[in-house]
């Protein structure tokens, strides 16, 4: 199956919409159709540098997902170990590192997660040392395996021949194996206890038993019950071990299984298609995972959405008052994409990571309205609108104001910025350094200029939803005209401080990556 990830970019339907005369969109961002702006005032030609200084692509690798072998597909980890247990029988020594060992057997507990290996010990490993404690003495020795828990995404690759084809299987686990001694505890062992506990037993057993009557363990008895180690072992010793059949290279067993890590030919043209996991149709579970957003509970509330047939994207009237009434599914689908938004946190985002988070059946059109209608273009990238970020009132008007900076500047001086609200006298005391250094944290990193926004300046959708863009600006047009005052205080400041001739560069540096428009309607 082919990670075909610009199709869910770029696919926007058959027919082109005019995103001017939808109503939907002038709606959710403008608040309503009335004003005396109109769309039409912004509208003009908006053509911009959009050279792009990027590394030179000198090889594109088509990526497959090969997932029958990912429920059996282990990585195990070795402990270091002397020089002298890496050689095999089967393998003389020599001037190369030796192969890796292979198993004489292994058995698993697959319930459990739980792998053991035993290998030979070569007779040599101890022929230099004369005395050998009893206990060292062994022919075999064994390692167990410890689950680790996987909290990134790893997947094994193959590459073809001609390394323009790359086929990932991914790992169904992560095991690290480490030395077992039970020979040590069997050394120690001699049956005496075991027969002091038979005794026991058995004299309980004859002995006569008043009648009792047990009152049930409460929750957190049993709670605390079940996570002692002693429950934890009981259950891992009361599953069988199945002994597994070891296969070295060049094995045709090996062979045959290694086939299946490869795509077949009939699966590539296959789509991933991106859904709750378990629902009908629903196979991309590993490359949904793959977006590395921050939140499980994001990930679940998303990507469940399909459009079905009696769904009509142009289910979109205006009654007698000019309100604009919306479908139901379209209601769900704002809110399933308000839901990822604040699971960042506000943290900005990008247009082709949210398209990739939603069925291949929601249309470009579509998505962009519900994202319009939480969302707000800052350089590129959706940012969650203010006023969904649950924060008061001065606090939300001071996250505007850092994203109209971040519009017309590229980057903010935090130091501007704080002795500019000290200036504005009853905000100094909500607004102080605390909550703009919170603000910033959240959307922008440290950089040697000041704060820059976290995502790098994408002007490629402005380029392909230019009417789109307009109205994002039209809305930035009227949050500046109510926070006009706090720009002004950090413009004074700014230009004061021009001087320096490294800001200058640089703040002169950020203007002309991004399109002209952006400094002729925000400057």
Not at 363 to 391: C, E, H, P
Request: net charge negative; hydrophobic share 40%.
């Amino acid at each position: 199956m082919e990670v075909n990830l610009m199709e869910n970019v770029t696919s926007s339907g058959n027919n082109p919409i005019n995103m001017l005369e939808d109503p939907t969109l002038i709606s959710a961002l403008l608040g309503g159709t009335s004003g005396e702006a109109t769309i039409r005032d912004v509208a003009g030609n908006t053509e911009g540098d959009n050279e792009e200084e990027d590394d030179e692509i000198i090889r594109e690798i088509d990526i497959f997902i090969s997932p029958e072998l990912a429920a059996s597909m282990h990585l195990v980890q070795f402990p270091l170990q002397p020089a002298s247990h890496t050689v095999n029988a089967l393998h003389k020594k020599s001037i190369r590192p030796p192969p890796p060992p292979i198993p004489a057997s292994a058995q698993i507990r697959p319930q459990h997660s739980l792998l053991e290996l035993m290998y030979d010990i070569p007779s040599s490993s101890f022929a230099s040392q004369r005395q050998i404690p009893e206990v060292l003495n062994l022919k075999q020795r064994t390692l167990s395996s410890q689950n680790i828990p996987l909290v990134t995404h790893m997947a094994m690759g193959l590459f073809d021949s001609t390394g323009n084809k790359i086929d990932l299987v991914p790992l169904h686990r992560v095991m690290q194996m480490r030395p077992n001694f039970k020979h040590v505890d069997a050394l120690f062992d001699d049956g005496e206890d075991e027969v002091a506990k038979l005794e026991e037993q058995k004299k309980k057993d004859s002995a006569s038993k008043p009648i009792m009557f047990k009152r049930p363990e409460n929750e957190r008895a049993v709670m605390a019950k079940r996570s002692s180690y002693a429950f934890k072992k009981a259950n891992e010793d009361g599953e069988e071990w199945i002994e597994l059949d070891v296969h070295g290279p060049g094995s045709l067993e090996r062979k045959a299984v290694m086939k299946k890590a490869y795509c077949s030919r009939a699966a590539r043209d296959k789509s991933l298609r991106f859904m709750k996991a378990g629902q009908a149709g629903g196979n991309g579970g590993y490359v949904r995972s793959l977006n590395y957003l921050p939140t499980s509970v994001a990930a679940d509330a998303v990507e469940d959405f399909v459009i079905s047939e009696e769904m009509n994207v142009n289910d979109v009237n205006v009654d007698e008052n000019g309100n604009v009434t919306v479908p139901n599914w379209m209601k769900d689908l704002s809110a399933k994409v308000a839901t990822l938004l604040q699971g960042r946190q506000g943290v900005p985002i990008s247009y082709p990571v949210v398209r990739s988070r939603f069925n291949s059946s929601i249309s470009d059109y579509a998505l962009i309205q519900a994202l319009s209608a939480t969302s707000v273009l800052v350089r590129g990238n959706f940012v969650l609108k203010s006023n969904f970020m649950a924060l008061s009132g001065p606090v939300v008007k001071t996250r505007d104001v850092i994203l109209l900076l971040m519009i017309k500047y590229g980057v903010i001086q935090r130091e501007l910025l704080v002795k500019a609200y000290e200036k504005c006298g009853e905000d100094s005391i909500v607004i102080t350094r605390d909550v703009i250094n919170s603000l910033l944290t959240l959307l922008a990193r440290k950089t040697l200029n000041g704060m820059e926004m976290k995502l790098d300046d994408d002007p490629t959708f402005e380029i392909e939803f230019t009417e789109v863009a307009r109205l994002h600006d039209l809305y930035w047009e009227k949050k500046k005209t109510e926070l006009g005052m706090y720009i002004n205080l950090y413009d004074g400041m700014y230009d004061s401080k021009m001087d320096d001739s490294s800001t200058a560069t640089a703040s002169l540096r950020l203007r002309q990556y991004w399109p002209d428009k952006r400094n002729a309607q925000i400057h």
